[in-house]
Nanobody
């Protein structure tokens, strides 16, 4: 069974840091883009950052200079290092990835993790 599992969320004070991890497991042949989204209460889910298989990255304007996305292709894992956290960063953070599954339908498929809560508060 293919799945994405996030970890690393929690409660942190403003100005603090957290590192999120998302590990993909199962019969995976290849992974293309890996992304982090977030959804705050009452708001739409938004793209925070994405990283291509080759390592190129893109960020939402609201997190540029504070968040860093990276990946370890050997471990099928994506990370989100979050520094200088603000209360407005409070949200459920979701991992998303384009996966090519062994013996699958022969196309890239969109998978989501279950989400991890990040709360920034004093």
């Amino acid at each position: 069974q293919v799945q994405l599992v996030e970890s690393g969320g929690g409660l942190v004070q403003p100005g603090g840091s957290l590192r999120l991890s998302c590990a993909a497991s199962g019969s995976i042949f290849s992974i293309n883009y890996m992304r982090w989204y977030r959804q705050a209460p009452g708001k739409q889910r938004e793209l925070v950052a994405r990283i291509a298989g080759g390592g190129s990255t893109n960020y939402a304007d609201s997190v540029k200079g504070r968040f860093t996305i990276s990946r370890d292709n050997a471990k099928n894992t994506v990370y989100l290092q979050m520094n200088s956290l603000k209360p407005e960063d409070t949200a459920v953070y979701y991992c998303n990835a384009d996966l090519w599954i062994v013996a699958g339908p022969g196309k890239w498929e969109d998978y989501w993790g279950q989400g991890t809560q990040v709360t920034v508060s004093s």
